[in-house]
């Protein structure tokens, strides 16, 4: 007898080999650089996230399986890698300054941001539960040694020690959650479950049941929504700002990809039971991180609090599941990966090495000394707050729309007076920008031209995705098909 | 012959005392390792049902586990050992700066 | 109509703002006249619209029409019709006043000309949209000027006041967008297309029980912003923390979109919901009559006197709008019109003596009208016409509302008219108090009368009180069309519902009599 | 016949309202810059001007056939909504042709007096613009051809009123006189625009003819309808006219300048009310009931008003009260359905109360100011010709034949007797018997006696220039002739208001009221109220010349009822405790309480409440890894159990 290899096919796998190579390539180089010339390994890391974001939006079109349907590339994963590489892209421009200024100029820096961004494809396009947690592996890992890279800052360890400890703590019920539907189903390929699921009795199987609950413990852990929440605001505060506002982002994106693929796909079967747990727990999510966000007084926690709130509405489009409900998600990932990197990296411009001023009162009076970059916070915050003409309008918007499309009006609802709820600390940051009185000097801000493009391309993104989002939704829309 | 079910029981039970484990010591080593135990008792779980099913993906899944713990291990020991620098304790209850 | 003339006046202020943007902030005077011209230019821009407009059709005019979001069937649709026309020039008027009134504001003229642009571009957008999705977009866009300008350039308690102002009116407006995406979807069920178009969305035949549940939606919305007794509560702090200009844009026009919000959206898409809730409406609507009335009287603070009477003479359009009757209708659209101008001309009056005294409360004046005979004059007369003297503004439509009442129901309109006596009761009070007596005060000694800029801003508006007030025929016949088609459709939806009740009832009764005869052949054999 | 370009006279009937609208607009605009010379001139030729239109008018519609006395001239829409149409036009027929004889005539007159009276005031432009426009909306009250018109006059007036009144503003009491004015004509305005509301949801229509045509055949005599409009209409009157319950403004108006006394709150303005009844007294008509409610108004009112008096001494406020009681006689007229004697009554009154007014302005004026009539006495031998004047007055409104006075309020008498009911005729004698009486005391007061005057005003009292006496003079003419318009009965006025009375069609229904009225009867009733007349003014002679300490025994004797009459029967100490204090007590609750504790407390504590949520649920997150841990597996296992075992 022959072994038969089974196929697979390079070329869709082509934005992550080109990543994995020139992370590798990177950490390599990292050596022969001296420290001066460091920042070229930033403005390389850029380049290739750019390139590799073109050859990614080439694979736009029809669906392509390999590796013996563990890998699959559609309009779907294309998009969400699409997503990662922009949030990538601008996390490097937030970083070049940002990691020289705080002195952990490193190569791996680079890399590790890189080796997530594979991660995440991986979750994205991973057809089979074995790639999407691999994906999910990769993803994590990379973070937990980024949460922690300001090594001499007690808050930087105590983030990465939380994160990690309590990531693998998750990543042992998602396995077991595995595990079960393995058992139950006898095969860990998504399709393969959805067939099964199809022929066979699902929701008067306990271990069917077990497992998608523990699934659901897992990736809500990923993506942050209650009641497995609570690691976020503290590694959030505690990680350099600049991964921060990447883990905001990026990771949150993909862990919701994964999500959406493998309950859409995988366990529709057994959804009038999940739907229901997801619908308490997006309820909850969305109250609680708006609640505690207004009580909070650092900026980075209070913007930790709020993307819980936005996985709570994020989770809506889940439920509300469908075409609408799934273009809506990508939709609103993309918007929100812009106005949040926005408000990040106005974060790092007036971040100083040793303090950060994250305090929102550090932003009194901003309005008038530095009024440009007022009005950007100003344009974030509004955006993040869904008021229009913004991109987080359009995003709440559609899947406000999407719930309400299938049905889950209460839950629309509580999502509008929930934005209400975050209307409120979003403007306190305006007040303070323009209301009061500058409490001290500001310090000259860090504005270094990656900065300052990196600024533009989010305010742009913001704006452009609230007034002309025509072209973006139609690609959404052409990126609902799930295979 | 033992049936396959005490197998799956053995692995529930190892799983909740790793859980358990956790949840009640302080150390963060030893909570790493109860972690540890956890992914173990998946995978006892993946082995059991694979042989169940007589289907490889089970044990290949298996393989991946203790790979990623491995990987986990080197950088959760790593950020231990760079915590202990800081702070001179490993012990959790003593690592709260950031709260509320 | 080649010429896209509403997209250019409802931008232009936009252009305008985007324009200030790049001018150094220390050129005050450059940047005040900039804004100046803008306005006066809109203005001039927008008078077209009334010599041009065409009475003889009920049809929207001037209308714009260009797809915007395909995906969702979202258009930037914009037209007018003979019911948001008036309250279009009235916006671009207004705006012009209070920029020329805010010419005193010494700091960051330059980001205030800019909010009071973008206010502009905003509140005209709202007045023009025929997409529902689009007012939306104008609806929440304005908020974040106004709210920008209370909270800046307003007084001691302006954060509070501006935040909550923001957070009230926008916890109505979210209802409203749940709302507005129901009846996307409705109309999609019902006609296969995705549009929020307006137009099309009056043919949707909504069923009674989502009628009503609709309706109440934008009626918060509405409701809020008119404001309603009892959610008028931000309008006292709103007012009394906001500049001169800011509280009369507040007045003049912000109020009047809750309003105009009844007429254009809640009556034609929710007839019979509408019918059901006039009593409630009704009731709510005389008891800010009088009750804004009779807390107005005891005001110590100008500026809250003033905006309590706001709510009285609202309560007095939210009457005219729901009896659907012609006079009633168009008594409401005119008293908008009216509060617009007398209660703006009001707070420029008390803020032209605030900017000289740097006080509103009423016992630190007395006798003024020795020192200012000119502002005393004006002041007369725009009192006068809040009070509705037959011959000014204010008369015609309080009249023709209190007809329309009438006509559908004596009580509402005798409990209404009591305002009427009130109103008179709480101005001349209040005048007396500021302008007669004595001139005790020696702070008061030493007031100017009002200087040309003053001048410029009231008498535009007089002559308009005037010339409303004695010839009001050229605003009245452009409503009609529009006011008359609106009713009829209301009308109309409203009895295709009654029948269907009807019928519904019948077959409920047929089948009832179908068992009963059942049973009763069961019965015989 | 002069014709004026060729078109009647009639058609000029614009002018009437022009020439004082040009008076109002000039002297408003440029006044300040003017002298005061010129403002004067100006402000007198309009109003001159306008009565001699108002005359020629007048000749023109005498040349028509009586039942074709009426012209209407339309100008433009002024509201059009809908079916409701509201025309701004002027209608000319007897009745409002005599209104504006007497308004311009009058108005006239006291303008000219004005010019030397208020020469001294430093608002001298403003008071003429006030007078003017004034003059205009009374016109424009009496000519309009719809009630919503007529409505633009009414509130006219009013605001005109306020604003002289007040014309001293800075005196307190005078603005506060002035704001009572105002509102207390807003509590009727209040009915009348309900009574037009409703008029035009009856007929479909608010102009005058169409109305009265339709009135018929609408409504059946004694409908509910027809009650309520009249009713509601006579509560206008009631406010405008100062009749009970609302009669409270008009002494206090006496704030205002004497010669606004004269032409406002004398002569022409208080008298609207009962214009406007008679206008509509078709609708009256139509209502039994409410002729009744007029007719008591208006002969309580008379007494009422007379009573109080008696005991006052400020000269203005006892012609306050007696104008007051006089148009009560008017109303008791229309009441009992003489709308025509009303009419007549109001003429004649016009002509002798703007007289005594105007002559206890000259009294004012020369004695510096003072109005206390304590401080007054003898000045007869000071300023003769007020004296004569006034005196002539006095008898007129006292109805000593044959002064004008006698003439009016003697038929008043009879109709009262014959259409009425004796005790409305009582009523009016007995109010007759205190008229005459007050009016004496008022006149001995005054000019006779010792001077009770302090030396130095004594030193300075002088006669009035001629500019104040002339006016003076020829009232004293009219008030001596006037009477004569009506007599002997079946007179020219009844004759040429006939058309009007009944809406024109069914003519001389009212007209020839005093055939069916035997002669004797007619004749001994002018003897009754003759010596009643004479009773009165002995008793005051009595008791101010005989006797000067009578007086004061009396109001020992009776000390309670005097106290009461001299408060005035405590009627505005009433009003402010039963309605204004109460008013603005419950606004205080209201504003304090309601508005700022519970719907704005509501308001504010939603906001602390979810702050408050905020602050607990924020302790949750103890920044403990195994507390998160925890949450994480206490959420798994809810989860997992939930799952299998609730859904």
């Known amino acids: ?483 | 012959m033992i049936l396959l079910t005490w197998y799956l029981i053995l692995s529930g039970v190892l799983f909740t005392i790793g859980a358990v484990g956790v949840l009640i010591r302080r150390n963060a080593i030893v909570i790493f390792m109860c972690i540890e135990l956890m992914l173990n008792a998946v995978n006892l779980a993946f082995v059991t049902f694979a042989r169940q099913l007589n289907s490889m993906d089970g044990q290949i899944f298996v393989f991946f586990i203790m790979t990623v713990a491995a990987a986990e291990a080197a950088v959760g020991l790593a950020i231990i050992i760079a915590i202990y620098r800081n702070k001179a304790t490993v012990n959790v209850d003593n690592i709260n700066l950031m709260k509320w | 109509m080649s010429l896209p003339i509403l997209t250019i006046v409802t931008f232009l202020p936009l252009a305008g703002a985007i324009w200030l943007l790049f001018i150094n902030g220390e050129k005050q005077e450059k940047i005040k006249r900039i804004a100046l011209v803008i306005a006066i230019g809109d203005f001039i821009l927008s008078l077209p619209l009334f010599f041009k407009f065409r009475l003889d059709t009920s049809e929207f005019q001037f209308v714009e029409k260009v797809s915007w979001i395909k995906e969702f069937g979202i258009s930037y649709y914009v037209g007018i019709d003979g019911i948001s026309l008036f309250l279009f020039l009235l916006t671009s008027f207004l705006t012009l006043i209070c920029i020329l009134a805010s010419w005193n504001i010494k700091d960051r003229i330059k980001e205030y000309m800019i909010a009071m642009l973008v206010l502009e571009t905003g509140m005209l957008g709202v007045f023009v949209s025929l997409d529902l999705f689009l007012f939306y977009v104008f609806w929440e866009l304005m908020l974040i000027p106004m709210y920008l300008i209370i909270g800046v350039w307003g007084g001691p308690r302006r954060i509070y006041a501006t935040i909550k102002f923001f957070i009230y009116t926008m916890a109505g407006s979210v209802l409203m967008l749940v709302a507005i995406i129901v009846i996307y979807f409705m109309n999609q069920k019902a006609t296969g297309e995705y549009t929020f178009d307006l137009l099309k969305i009056y043919n949707l035949d909504i069923p009674m029980g989502a009628q009503f549940w609709l309706f109440l939606a934008f009626f918060f919305a509405f409701a809020i912003k008119v404001p309603m007794f009892p959610f008028h509560t931000w309008l006292p702090d709103a007012h009394v923390e906001a500049p001169t200009a800011g509280s009369v844009i507040l007045a003049g026009v912000l109020l009047k979109m809750g309003t105009y919000g009844f007429v254009r959206f809640s009556l034609p898409m929710f007839p019979y919901a509408s019918h059901q809730f006039v009593p409630l409406i009704a009731w709510l609507a005389i008891a800010g009559i009088i009750y804004g009335a009779l807390v107005a009287m005891v005001q110590e603070d100008l500026k809250k006197l003033v905006a309590y009477s706001s709510v009285s003479h609202l309560g007095f359009v939210m009457l005219g709008i729901f009896v659907f009757n012609i006079q009633g209708m168009e008594g409401g659209i005119l008293q908008m019109i009216n509060h617009g101008l007398s209660t703006g001309a009001l707070f420029l009056l008390v803020g032209m003596i605030y900017e000289r005294r740097h006080t509103r409360m009423i016992a630190d004046f007395g006798g003024l009208t020795k020192k200012m005979p000119i502002f005393a004059i004006f002041f007369m007369i725009i009192t006068l016409s809040s009070i509705g003297l037959p011959g000014l503004n204010g008369f015609v439509g309080e009249f023709l509302v209190l007809v329309g009442v009438f006509k559908s129901n004596v009580v509402y309109a005798v409990l209404a008219a009591t305002g009427v006596v009130l109103s008179a009761c709480y101005m001349l009070w209040m005048f007396q108090r500021v302008m007669f007596n004595k001139l005790t005060n020696p702070e008061n000694k030493k007031l100017k009368d009002i200087d040309k800029r003053e001048w410029a801003l009231l008498l535009p508006i007089t002559i308009l009180v005037f010339w409303i007030g004695i010839y009001p025929k050229p605003l009245i016949s452009r409503m009609d069309a529009s006011v008359n088609h609106l009713l009829n459709q209301v009308d109309e939806k409203y009895k295709v519902t009654l029948n269907r009740l009807k019928i519904e009832k019948k077959e409920v009764e047929y089948a009832v009599k179908e068992e009963k005869s059942a049973e009763h052949t069961i019965e015989v054999d | 016949m002069p014709y004026f370009f060729g078109c009647s006279y009639l058609d000029l009937i614009g002018y009437v309202l022009l020439f004082p609208l040009a008076g109002t607009v000039i002297n408003g605009f440029l006044g300040k810059k003017l002298n005061k010379a010129i403002v004067g001139i100006v402000g007198c030729t309009a109003i001159g001007l306008s009565f001699i239109v108002s005359f020629f008018v007048f000749i023109d519609l005498l040349k028509l056939a009586p039942e074709h006395r009426v012209f209407e001239k339309d100008y433009f829409t002024w509201i059009g909504s809908g079916a409701f149409e509201a025309i701004a036009g002027l209608q000319v027929d007897p009745l409002s042709v005599i209104m504006i004889l007497v308004v311009s005539g009058v108005g006239f007159l006291i303008h000219v007096y004005s010019v030397g009276y208020m020469h001294d005031d430093d608002g001298f432009y403003r008071y003429f613009t006030y007078l003017n426009l004034f003059t205009f909306s009374m016109l424009l009250l009496v000519l309009a051809n719809n009630f919503l018109l007529m409505f633009i006059g009414w509130e006219g007036v009013g605001l005109c009123s306020y604003l002289l009144i007040g014309f001293w503003f800075e005196k307190k009491s005078a603005s506060d006189a002035g704001m009572k004015a105002f509102i207390v004509n807003r509590v009727g305005d209040f009915g009348f625009i309900l009574a037009i509301m409703l008029i035009f949801v009856t007929f479909n229509t608010i102009d005058f003819t169409d109305v009265f045509h339709a009135a018929p055949e609408h409504l059946q005599t004694g409908s509910f309808i027809a009650t309520m409009i009249t009713l509601l209409l006579f509560v206008g009157a009631v406010g405008k006219s100062a009749q009970i319950p609302l009669y409270t403004w008009l002494p206090d108006a006496m704030e205002g300048p004497t010669p606004v006394s004269a032409l406002i709150h004398a002569a022409t303005m208080v008298t609207a009310g009962v214009y406007m009844v008679v206008r509509c007294n078709v609708l009256y008509t139509l209502s039994p009931f409410s002729l009744t409610v007029v007719a008591v108004i208006g002969g309580a009112t008379a007494l009422f008003a007379a009573t109080i008096g008696l005991a006052q001494n400020d000269i203005k406020r006892v012609l306050a009260y007696s104008t007051v009681s006089q148009i009560g006689y008017m109303f008791l007229a229309c009441g009992v359905g003489a709308y025509i004697t009303g009419i007549f009554h109001l003429v004649t009154h016009a002509f002798f109360k703007a007289l005594l007014f105007l002559g206890s302005g000259s009294v004012i004026h020369g004695l510096g100011g003072e109005q206390d009539m304590r401080k007054m006495g003898g000045l007869k031998k000071y300023m003769p010709t007020t004296h004569t004047t006034f005196l002539i007055g006095t008898l007129a409104i006292a109805g000593i034949p044959p002064f004008a006075g006698f003439f009016s309020k003697d038929e008043i008498l009879l109709d009262a007797f014959t259409k009425g009911s004796l005790l409305l005729w009582g009523l009016g004698a007995f109010a007759a018997l205190l008229t005459a009486f007050y009016m004496f005391r008022l006149l001995f007061m005054t000019f006779y006696g010792k001077s009770n005057m302090t030396k130095h005003v004594e030193e300075h009292v002088h006669e009035s220039p001629m500019s104040i006496l002339i006016p003076l003079l020829v009232l004293a003419l009219l008030s001596i002739l006037g009477g004569f318009i009506g007599f002997p009965t079946a007179s020219a006025i009844n004759s040429f208001l006939a058309p009007v009375i009944g809406g024109g069609h069914h003519s001389m229904a009212d007209g020839g009221n005093l055939h069916h009225v035997s002669n004797s009867l007619m004749f001994s009733m002018m003897g009754i109220s003759t010596g009643i007349a004479i009773v009165g003014i002995l008793l005051a002679y009595l008791m101010y010349i005989k006797q000067p300490d009578l007086p004061a025994k009396i109001v020992g004797k009776f000390k309670l009822i005097y106290k009461i009459i001299y408060n005035k029967y405590y009627v505005d100490e009433i009003y402010d405790a039963t309605i204004v204090k109460p008013t603005v007590k419950t606004s205080f609750i209201l504003w304090k309480i309601v508005d700022v504790k519970i719907i704005d407390g509501f308001v504010n504590a939603v906001a602390r409440i979810v702050e408050l949520k905020s602050e607990v649920l924020k302790l949750f997150q103890t920044g403990y890894v195994r507390n998160y841990a925890l949450s994480i597996l206490l959420g798994g296992v809810i989860i997992i159990v939930c799952s299998l075992v609730l859904l």
């Open chain 1, 1 to 483: 007898m022959e072994i038969v290899i089974p196929p697979f096919d390079l070329k869709s796998i082509s934005p992550i080999i080109i990543l994995t190579i020139s992370a590798m390539f990177i950490l390599v180089a990292d050596v022969f650089f001296r420290k001066k010339f460091k920042d070229s390994l930033g403005y390389l890391s850029f380049l290739i996230v750019v390139m590799t974001g073109m050859v990614a939006f080439t694979q736009m079109g029809k669906p392509v399986y390999s590796f013996s349907d563990m890998f699959v590339v559609d309009n779907f994963s294309v998009f969400f890698n699409l997503i990662f590489l922009v949030s990538t892209a601008i996390t490097i421009l937030l970083s070049v300054s940002y990691v020289k200024q705080e002195g952990i100029n490193y190569g791996e820096y680079y890399t590790l941001i890189l080796f997530a961004t594979i991660g995440m494809m991986l979750m994205a396009g991973g057809a089979d539960l074995l790639t999407i947690f691999l994906g999910l592996e990769i993803m994590s890992i990379s973070l937990y040694v980024l949460a922690g890279f300001r090594r001499d800052c007690v808050r930087s360890n105590e983030a990465s020690l939380k994160y990690f400890l309590l990531g693998a703590f998750a990543t042992g019920f998602l396995l077991y959650g595995i595990a079960m539907l393995y058992g139950a189903t006898g095969t860990t390929n998504i399709k393969g479950i959805a067939e099964f699921l199809a022929n066979n009795p699902a929701l008067s199987n306990p271990m069917i049941v077990a497992g998608t609950s523990l699934l659901i413990v897992g990736f809500g852990f990923k993506v942050a929504c209650v009641p497995f929440h609570k690691w976020t605001p503290d590694v959030y505060e505690g990680a350099p700002t600049a991964i921060t506002a990447f883990m905001s982002v990026g990771p949150k994106a993909a862990a919701f990809a994964a999500f959406l693929r493998v309950f859409l796909v995988a366990l529709p079967a057994v959804e009038q039971k999940w739907s229901i747990i997801l619908w308490v727990m997006a309820v909850l999510t969305m109250t609680v991180g708006n609640l505690v966000a207004i009580a909070q007084t650092n900026i980075k926690r209070m913007l930790a609090y709020s993307s819980i709130a936005h996985a709570g509405y994020a989770l809506m489009a889940i439920i509300a599941g469908g075409d609408f409900g799934i273009a809506s998600l990508l939709f609103y990932m993309l918007a929100y990966a812009f106005m949040n990197l926005g408000a990040f990296a106005v974060v790092i411009v007036l971040g100083r090495k040793g303090e950060e001023n994250a305090n929102i009162e550090d932003y009194n009076g901003l309005g008038y000394k530095h009024p440009l970059l007022a009005v950007t916070m100003c344009i974030f915050m509004f955006s993040l707050a869904g008021i229009p003409p913004m991109a987080g309008f359009i995003g709440k918007f559609y899947i406000f729309s999407a719930a309400i499309k299938n049905g889950f009006i209460i839950l629309a609802i509580i999502g509008v007076v929930n934005s209400v709820i975050s209307v409120y600390y979003y403007l306190r940051v305006t007040v303070v920008m323009y209301m009061k009185e500058p409490g001290r000097e500001f310090a000259p801000l860090s504005l270094s031209p990656f900065l300052i493009l990196a600024l533009i391309v989010t305010v742009w993104g913001t704006i452009h995705l609230g007034i002309f989002p025509a072209k973006i939704i139609a690609l959404a829309q052409k990126s609902t098909l799930l295979y």
